[in-house]
């Protein structure tokens, strides 16, 4: 508090929080290590990246989410197409859980230890906690062996006989009777097969499961925007190279107007968004962050990156719709990315809280 | 029981002083005379024009913040901010970056006080964003004193100012900058209607003589020394004022249940509170970077181009709304018309483009460093 004791609805915050230097020096070590290996899970496992968010008392390293967001930001310049945020989020969750049953204890061991990754098929819960359950994945994509999968979700209800629409469950991919493919809205009918279930892979249900959510969803929110934001950088970069490597008509492509100013305000729009989640990331560990601004940023973010990975395959040319070329893995990964917290128009909806 | 006492925040503390003052002051005559003058002089007869000069300037010696929340209290009490910025953040922060001392202690302490004013110059009818195409000319004549003849088109509260800075070309088609009082013989303002509520003028130099001391800054210099005054003209400051209170007005509406409340509507202001805030970041940054010396002329480009197209959307969605009930909100529709304005005045959006493409595409560098 301050001396400040006007009513003002809203003022602008004119202070600027400088990088932390070691921060920075955190930012260039990922970079480094991007550098070298694009598939750097261990590395992040030996430097304790999945104890970032978590508090001292649950076992963690307390670093806030700062330091996550700037792990996370430098994953997504470097396009790197590993469940980084799905993972943290999984472990915020279960740090949130006082007493962890035995199988979750388990996945925890395995994540500290680089074997174990995690997978939200459902999406990952939004700032406010809750989830969309509209992404559309398929399981066998990834990794069955060394994979968890956290069905958070509102279609599992009547199977698992709960009282409450939501819970917190960790499912190992390779377990017996269990086949994730396209998931739809909750509203519909789903095709999530779970079997056999144990129920001892249920972490925590009902009021409690939402309350995890709630507590995880803005750090979550934090995290993915920082990714997007990274991604979108990863896009503009792609498309650099290829405008001013490319001669048309005797000319850079990166002298004609149209590509330049366009690339420039791109440009623009996510240095401006990069600045944005490092204040989001500080204000949250500061305790000073509001809901309905994070999930602003998060929107804002998600429907700029999209446009940036667009508007940068079509800078690329016909190359960069390769598959394999680096623009158009970058646009799948920013459509899965955004995807992932739910449609736009609900993350705008969030965002409109303050209203 | 102690507690610890609250921490001294001298930025909220000017806020509070001015919002006081213009809480009492005559904010809405000044804003239909067009002419802030009065509100200067309030607020700079307790050094709260200029907070971040120095006190032997007429200023508090505070960091440069405290000046922005000067120009978000003009901007949410309606009192025309133009005038401020050509002043105190334009002209008087290259006279203290780049003056003499003779001139600084001339001048500063008049711009801080409210009693002196200031306009900017450069414009002239074949020279928008290219200056290098401007035609005034200084010619020397005897004891070091120069002979200034002219046009100098598009600029803004000229009438009301005392000095003005002027780009003319002097020998070997260098440009130099001189500071010359508007009411030096040979001098002309003419106004010209324009869109938004204050007019544009054309000032006419008919053999003006400019006396040595009138020359800021190094001879032949006057180049450089512009680059600098428009990058603390791009702080974006003032364009961001501005669209937090037109944003703050639709709210109002919003809040009275005078506007559709629909989806659509939810989410388009969603997104303008979102650029808002990611606006801000970028504006602290720059402010940041001045406060420590370090201002890059990239991102004080990328800082302008972003918050005045903000500025001119928020306006946009100001009007769209307060037409909802089929009548026309005065402070609204000014807006409307100013706002066009800010993609213009103090380098258009191509040239801010242009800048950020000049200095992070051109060359092999990595872009997003």
């Given at each position: 508090?301050?001396?400040n004791a006007l009513s003002h609805p809203h003022f602008v915050n004119w202070g600027y929080l400088p990088p932390d230097p070691l921060l920075e020096q955190l930012r260039l070590s990922i970079a480094g290590i991007f550098r070298e290996d694009a598939d750097a899970w261990h590395e992040f496992s030996e430097m304790g990246l999945w104890d970032f968010c978590?508090?001292?008392?649950?076992?963690?390293?307390?670093?806030?989410?700062?330091?996550?967001?700037?792990?996370?930001?430098?994953?997504?310049?470097?396009?790197?197409?590993?469940?980084?945020?799905?993972?943290?989020?999984?472990?915020?969750?279960?740090?949130?859980?006082?007493?962890?049953?035995?199988?979750?204890?388990?996945?925890?061991?395995?994540?500290?230890?680089?074997?174990?990754?995690?997978?939200?098929?459902?999406?990952?819960?939004?700032?406010?906690?809750?989830?969309?359950?509209?992404?559309?994945?398929?399981?066998?994509?990834?990794?069955?062996?060394?994979?968890?999968?956290?069905?958070?979700?509102?279609?599992?209800?009547?199977?698992?006989?709960?009282?409450?629409?939501?819970?917190?469950?960790?499912?190992?991919?390779?377990?017996?009777?269990?086949?994730?493919?396209?998931?739809?809205?909750?509203?519909?009918?789903?095709?999530?097969?779970?079997?056999?279930?144990?129920?001892?892979?249920?972490?925590?249900?009902?009021?409690?499961?939402?309350?995890?959510?709630?507590?995880?969803?803005?750090?979550?929110?934090?995290?993915?925007?920082?990714?997007l934001v990274g991604l979108a950088a990863a896009a503009i970069e792609a498309a650099a190279d290829r405008v001013r490597s490319r001669t048309q008509f005797g000319v850079e492509v990166v002298n004609f107007q149209h590509p330049r100013l366009e690339l420039a305000r791109a440009v623009v729009e996510i240095d401006a968004l990069t600045e944005a989640v490092?204040?989001?990331?500080?204000?949250?560990?500061?305790?000073?962050?509001?809901?309905?601004?994070?999930?602003?940023?998060?929107?804002?973010?998600?429907?700029?990156?999209?446009?940036?990975?667009?508007?940068?395959?079509?800078?690329?040319?016909?190359?960069?719709?390769?598959?394999?070329?680096?623009?158009?893995?970058?646009?799948?990964?920013?459509?899965?990315?955004?995807?992932?917290?739910?449609?736009?128009?609900?993350?705008?909806?969030?965002?409109?809280?303050?209203? | 029981?102690?507690?610890?006492?609250?921490?001294?925040?001298?930025?909220?503390?000017?806020?509070?002083?001015?919002?006081?003052?213009?809480?009492?002051?005559?904010?809405?005559?000044?804003?239909?005379?067009?002419?802030?003058?009065?509100?200067?002089?309030?607020?700079?007869?307790?050094?709260?024009?200029?907070?971040?000069?120095?006190?032997?300037?007429?200023?508090?010696?505070?960091?440069?913040?405290?000046?922005?929340?000067?120009?978000?209290?003009?901007?949410?009490?309606?009192?025309?901010?133009?005038?401020?910025?050509?002043?105190?953040?334009?002209?008087?922060?290259?006279?203290?970056?780049?003056?003499?001392?003779?001139?600084?202690?001339?001048?500063?302490?008049?711009?801080?006080?409210?009693?002196?004013?200031?306009?900017?110059?450069?414009?002239?009818?074949?020279?928008?964003?290219?200056?290098?195409?401007?035609?005034?000319?200084?010619?020397?004549?005897?004891?070091?004193?120069?002979?200034?003849?002219?046009?100098?088109?598009?600029?803004?509260?000229?009438?009301?100012?005392?000095?003005?800075?002027?780009?003319?070309?002097?020998?070997?088609?260098?440009?130099?900058?001189?500071?010359?009082?508007?009411?030096?013989?040979?001098?002309?303002?003419?106004?010209?209607?324009?869109?938004?509520?204050?007019?544009?003028?054309?000032?006419?130099?008919?053999?003006?003589?400019?006396?040595?001391?009138?020359?800021?800054?190094?001879?032949?210099?006057?180049?450089?020394?512009?680059?600098?005054?428009?990058?603390?003209?791009?702080?974006?400051?003032?364009?961001?004022?501005?669209?937090?209170?037109?944003?703050?007005?639709?709210?109002?509406?919003?809040?009275?249940?005078?506007?559709?409340?629909?989806?659509?509507?939810?989410?388009?202001?969603?997104?303008?509170?979102?650029?808002?805030?990611?606006?801000?970041?970028?504006?602290?940054?720059?402010?940041?970077?001045?406060?420590?010396?370090?201002?890059?002329?990239?991102?004080?480009?990328?800082?302008?181009?972003?918050?005045?197209?903000?500025?001119?959307?928020?306006?946009?969605?100001?009007?769209?709304?307060?037409?909802?009930?089929?009548?026309?909100?005065?402070?609204?529709?000014?807006?409307?018309?100013?706002?066009?304005?800010?993609?213009?005045?103090?380098?258009?959006?191509?040239?801010?483009?242009?800048?950020?493409?000049?200095?992070?595409?051109?060359?092999?560098?990595?872009?997003?460093?």
């Amino acid at each position: 508090m301050t001396h400040n004791a006007l009513s003002h609805p809203h003022f602008v915050n004119w202070g600027y929080l400088p990088p932390d230097p070691l921060l920075e020096q955190l930012r260039l070590s990922i970079a480094g290590i991007f550098r070298e290996d694009a598939d750097a899970w261990h590395e992040f496992s030996e430097m304790g990246l999945w104890d970032f968010c978590l508090p001292s008392a649950a076992g963690g390293l307390d670093l806030g989410v700062s330091a996550a967001a700037v792990v996370v930001l430098e994953a997504g310049r470097a396009a790197c197409p590993l469940p980084l945020v799905h993972t943290l989020t999984g472990m915020m969750l279960f740090g949130e859980i006082s007493v962890l049953p035995p199988f979750a204890r388990t996945v925890v061991d395995g994540i500290r230890e680089g074997r174990k990754r995690v997978y939200f098929p459902l999406g990952l819960p939004t700032t406010y906690g809750t989830l969309s359950g509209t992404v559309e994945l398929t399981a066998t994509r990834h990794d069955r062996t060394n994979s968890v999968v956290m069905p958070l979700g509102l279609d599992l209800l009547e199977r698992l006989d709960t009282e409450r629409d939501q819970l917190v469950l960790a499912v190992p991919v390779a377990s017996d009777g269990l086949s994730i493919t396209i998931l739809r809205p909750p509203s519909d009918d789903t095709s999530m097969d779970l079997g056999a279930l144990n129920p001892e892979f249920v972490g925590v249900s009902g009021l409690g499961a939402e309350k995890r959510l709630l507590a995880v969803g803005e750090r979550t929110a934090i995290l993915q925007t920082a990714f997007l934001v990274g991604l979108a950088a990863a896009a503009i970069e792609a498309a650099a190279d290829r405008v001013r490597s490319r001669t048309q008509f005797g000319v850079e492509v990166v002298n004609f107007q149209h590509p330049r100013l366009e690339l420039a305000r791109a440009v623009v729009e996510i240095d401006a968004l990069t600045e944005a989640v490092r204040s989001a990331a500080a204000a949250y560990d500061s305790g000073t962050s509001t809901k309905a601004a994070t999930s602003g940023l998060l929107a804002l973010a998600s429907e700029t990156a999209r446009r940036v990975s667009r508007d940068a395959l079509h800078l690329g040319g016909a190359n960069a719709l390769v598959a394999c070329n680096l623009p158009a893995r970058i646009y799948n990964l920013v459509t899965y990315a955004a995807q992932g917290v739910g449609p736009l128009n609900a993350n705008w909806l969030e965002a409109a809280e303050f209203l | 029981m102690t507690t610890d006492p609250l921490p001294f925040d001298p930025i909220a503390l000017v806020r509070e002083q001015v919002h006081g003052l213009l809480q009492a002051a005559d904010c809405r005559t000044a804003a239909a005379d067009r002419d802030p003058r009065p509100i200067h002089r309030l607020l700079g007869a307790q050094q709260l024009l200029a907070p971040h000069w120095p006190v032997r300037y007429g200023g508090r010696d505070l960091p440069i913040s405290s000046m922005s929340a000067v120009v978000e209290e003009f901007a949410l009490h309606d009192v025309p901010e133009l005038l401020h910025t050509l002043s105190i953040q334009a002209v008087g922060t290259l006279l203290l970056l780049n003056g003499s001392e003779q001139m600084k202690e001339r001048v500063l302490p008049a711009l801080a006080s409210g009693e002196a004013f200031a306009c900017v110059l450069f414009s002239e009818t074949p020279a928008g964003s290219d200056l290098s195409l401007i035609t005034t000319t200084a010619t020397p004549i005897d004891g070091g004193r120069w002979l200034i003849s002219g046009r100098k088109e598009h600029s803004l509260f000229t009438p009301l100012a005392t000095f003005g800075l002027c780009l003319a070309r002097t020998l070997d088609n260098g440009f130099s900058l001189f500071l010359l009082p508007m009411d030096r013989e040979g001098i002309h303002v003419e106004e010209i209607q324009a869109l938004q509520d204050d007019p544009f003028h054309s000032t006419t130099f008919n053999n003006v003589i400019a006396e040595p001391e009138d020359v800021v800054g190094q001879l032949g210099m006057g180049w450089s020394l512009i680059m600098s005054t428009l990058a603390y003209e791009r702080t974006g400051v003032d364009y961001l004022s501005k669209a937090e209170s037109w944003f703050q007005a639709t709210l109002a509406r919003w809040d009275a249940g005078t506007v559709l409340q629909d989806r659509d509507s939810q989410i388009t202001l969603a997104r303008l509170r979102a650029r808002l805030d990611v606006a801000a970041s970028l504006v602290a940054r720059v402010l940041y970077r001045l406060e420590n010396g370090d201002l890059r002329e990239d991102e004080a480009a990328a800082t302008k181009w972003y918050t005045s197209q903000l500025a001119v959307d928020v306006a946009s969605v100001a009007q769209e709304f307060a037409s909802q009930r089929g009548t026309l909100d005065p402070t609204i529709d000014a807006a409307r018309r100013e706002a066009p304005g800010m993609l213009i005045s103090g380098g258009t959006s191509e040239m801010m483009l242009e800048t950020i493409a000049r200095f992070r595409l051109d060359g092999r560098r990595q872009v997003m460093p």
